[in-house]
């Protein structure tokens, strides 16, 4: 993996917190240690150290060489490494936590507010939660209580919080309910956590799997933000689970959340950052202004081209629906292979078809690099949504995910042109891959979308795409408007 953070803010970390997170690893062996450091970048001294040189001093002398203006880099790539190799918990928290506290966060909700927000739940005798197991594995997966009932024992003086607050927490809130809000907060600090995880905490809280109640949800989203909009801050409806809403805390006057559905319309492959394994918080940190980031929530009806249009126009500042139309057209068209005539087929000719129904139509999205899901993220880790290139997308009415390839000679052939298994069996795996996460896939062969160069007229590949698209609306009840002919 290439580690790259480089448009991200530097917040002036200072390197002990960092050389206290690496020597605190637990007892790994010392070439795998190496090999985590080596891997985010750390400099080794020159020339190399005595090979009995420990842990401890190694890191240290280790992070002593990380340039001043790097530190803040490398503890970013250190964090997302140790929470790949399973061991975040131990020694990267409190790291975290000091990397999120530095930055300027501009949904920013200070200790007053917080407290102030607790004794509202509580007077409007807003419930804390409706799924108990749903409630620990969030605040499990947030950091803020132990791993199971005696995690403390394990952890010892490693773990950021009191001893026992899973049990506290079951005993007092879940069981006896005699506690209420501000308790809860003092139990997992919510007063002393960074402004970041208050909100992925407070996300949690009125999300769909800790309040599967739609009435429920909103009820507190009410109440919270009667307090919140005193800091300028707010729970805004961002999404879609299930058919529950889903809420981001951001700024108040901010045009959107930080959801980011859509990533696409690039020829090269973007650097995609997860910064919170928790939530859909990433970042795009090479060349983000060469792809197109679609932000807005995308409904029961899927991702029309009016949808689309609505976006780009608020995007690019146009008032001219016409100029709208047509220059986000062309940004799309222009993201497609030159060397891939068949690929420009088919995207021309979906929109020549559907014609003036084409703004109530589903979009056909060009070079999809990164489609969020919440249910593949939770089922199979957020790093499954990272390999699910598209060569074009359709959301559909009802959560319809159509994935449509247009095989070239790379799909099966290595470099120099010949058959290659390995590049088939590559091709089948990613196939099954996206039809586990629940997409329909349709495969065309280059040959089938080129014309006869002995026929100018050759009307083939035009029919065959027609009368596929006729067919997989009618498959999916969309109906097939006059306009498209």
Not at 157 to 165: A, I, K, L, Q, Y
Not at 437 to 453: A, W
Request: proline share 7%; hydrophobic share 40%.
């Amino acid at each position: 993996m290439r580690w790259s953070f480089g448009t991200l803010p530097a917040v002036s970390l200072s390197r002990p917190l960092l050389t206290k997170a690496i020597c605190q690893l637990p007892s790994i062996s010392h070439a795998r240690f190496t090999a985590i450091l080596d891997d985010i970048g750390v400099p080794r001294s020159t020339p190399l150290p005595d090979v009995g040189l420990t842990k401890a001093k190694d890191a240290a002398a280790r992070a002593a060489l990380v340039p001043d203006g790097d530190v803040d880099v490398t503890a970013r790539r250190f964090i997302a490494r140790v929470r790949q190799e399973g061991l975040f918990r131990e020694v990267a928290f409190e790291l975290e936590e000091a990397l999120w506290k530095a930055e300027a966060s501009p949904a920013a909700v200070p200790r007053r507010f917080r407290r102030e927000l607790a004794q509202e739940l509580d007077q409007q005798q807003i419930p804390i939660f409706l799924q108990a197991t749903s409630l620990l594995a969030g605040l499990d997966a947030l950091c803020l209580i132990e791993p199971h009932a005696f995690a403390s024992e394990v952890f010892g003086s490693c773990f950021p919080m009191d001893r026992n607050r899973r049990g506290l927490i079951t005993r007092h809130i879940i069981q006896n309910n005699d506690n209420g809000w501000s308790a809860f907060f003092d139990l997992v600090g919510a007063d002393e956590i960074s402004d970041r995880r208050f909100a992925l905490l407070m996300e949690l809280l009125v999300g769909p799997h800790v309040r599967p109640d739609v009435k429920e949800q909103r009820d507190l989203v009410a109440v919270a933000n009667s307090v919140l909009l005193g800091c300028g801050v707010e729970l805004r409806e961002s999404g879609d689970e299930g058919g529950y809403p889903c809420f981001t805390m951001v700024a108040k006057g901010l045009p959107s959340g930080r959801v980011k559905n859509l990533i696409f319309a690039s020829q090269n492959k973007p650097d995609i950052v997860l910064r919170n394994a928790l939530t859909n918080d990433i970042a795009v940190v090479t060349n983000p202004d060469e792809v197109l980031i679609y932000d807005r929530p995308i409904g029961r009806e899927g991702l029309r081209w009016c949808d689309l249009q609505s976006w780009w126009t608020e995007l690019r500042n146009i008032d001219d629906e016409t100029a709208a139309k047509k220059t986000l057209y062309e940004r799309l068209r222009s993201a497609l292979p030159p060397r891939s005539p068949p690929q420009l087929l088919l995207y021309t000719e979906y929109y020549k078809w559907l014609g003036a129904a084409a703004p109530d139509m589903p979009a056909l999205l060009p070079e999809v690099w990164f489609h969020y899901d919440p249910l593949t993220a939770r089922q199979r880790g957020f790093s499954a949504l990272l390999r699910q290139r598209m060569d074009f997308l359709l959301l559909l009415p009802g959560d319809g995910r159509v994935v449509l390839e247009v095989d070239g000679v790379h799909h099966y052939a290595d470099p120099s042109g010949r058959a290659s298994p390995a590049a088939y069996a590559q091709m089948a795996e990613a196939d099954r891959d996206l039809r586990l996460s629940g997409y329909e896939i349709y495969r065309f062969g280059g040959k089938e979308l080129t014309k006869d160069k002995e026929h100018d007229l050759d009307q083939r590949p035009h029919h065959l795409l027609r009368e596929f698209f006729q067919r997989l609306f009618k498959r999916h009840g969309i109906s097939i408007p006059k306009a498209a002919g």
